[in-house]
């Protein structure tokens, strides 16, 4: 009898740090499933890395006094009128696209994760409120939702930004244009935060915790952000990563039309927006480059956001 209690094999352990109940998670083995998710989690990750260490490329384009004219529209460097140092060619005004683009992705996700924390935070918050204290409230700040609803989220981030930039004057440096970017696409997309969050809300405000909370005399703020908020993270984390690449898209739009960031600051949209004029004088590179470089990006997020969504979905486990 005590050989065979000793021959039990011993309790599976549970991980006690974050990490290991992560590695040991539902969630990073979907990861681990699918090729997919991988590659483009590979994808973003360098996207991201290739940003923060911009600061590394042959060439800084901001800077006036490392442009040569005389190195203008350039083609990319395997073609035999390439030079070094110049991987991707050149455009108009001598800028290597190579290092454009390290610092056009630098920008373009600076407003993209800007944009989407304004818009979340905002979101949320009149989520909880709207969802928590009902009535009017509750009514009015859905009311605002359904009309911004109408409207595409191009179209309100145009119309802050018309707005504001004429309130600022015409004139603005690449800082204020980026927070003017960030306000206005953060104002674009705070209505999807807001509903689910809201309607998350309704259906946890009436479990038990919450009415042993309110028992106690926890304070509503206290209750909405402290217990009834960590357990509505979900779909919003799954909103925020297909947001993101709408960010993007929504501020290359606005540089492309020419709403955006200057030329002087170039985003991918404004390297796309350049590149346009000379496509059919026959220097591709200007524009094909940025084009794939954005193409890649969205559709690498795109895919880690419809991961997620699946992941996080208890019906399909």
Do not use: C
């Amino acid at each position: 009898m005590a050989e065979a209690i000793q021959a039990a094999p011993a309790p599976h352990s549970q991980p006690t740090t974050w990490a290991g109940r992560f590695l040991d998670s539902d969630i990073w083995a979907s990861f681990k499933r699918s090729k997919l998710t991988m590659v483009a989690a590979f994808v973003t990750v360098l996207f991201m890395a290739a940003a923060v260490l911009a600061g590394l490329a042959p060439q800084d384009p901001f800077d006036p006094a490392q442009l040569d004219l005389l190195n203008s529209r350039l083609p990319p460097l395997w073609d035999a009128e390439g030079q070094a140092p110049f991987l991707l060619g050149t455009d108009e005004q001598g800028r290597d696209i190579f290092s454009a683009i390290l610092y056009g992705l630098r920008i373009s996700l600076a407003v993209g994760f800007l944009g989407v924390a304004f818009s979340a935070t905002l979101g949320i918050a009149l989520g909880l409120i709207a969802g928590y204290v009902g009535g009017t409230t509750d009514a009015i700040i859905m009311r605002v939702a359904d009309v911004q609803l109408t409207f595409p989220a191009i179209l309100i981030a145009l119309l802050v930004d018309g707005v504001v930039k004429s309130v600022l004057g015409g004139q603005l440096d690449g800082v204020t244009t980026l927070s003017v970017l960030v306000f206005s696409i953060g104002l674009s997309f705070w209505v999807q935060y807001a509903r689910t969050v809201r309607g998350s809300v309704m259906v946890e405000k009436n479990k038990d915790y919450i009415a042993a909370a309110k028992l106690i005399g926890l304070p509503a703020p206290v209750i909405m952000f402290r217990h009834v908020l960590p357990n509505v993270l979900g779909p919003v984390l799954v909103i925020a990563t297909i947001n993101l690449a709408l960010a993007i898209i929504t501020e290359a739009t606005l540089s492309f039309l020419g709403t955006g960031m200057p030329e002087t600051m170039p985003s991918l949209g404004t390297l796309i927006r350049i590149g346009n004029n000379y496509l059919f004088s026959g220097e591709w590179w200007i524009i094909a480059f940025p084009g794939v470089a954005l193409a890649l990006l969205v559709l690498a997020i795109n895919l880690l956001g419809d991961w997620l969504r699946d992941a996080l979905n208890p019906k399909l486990r």
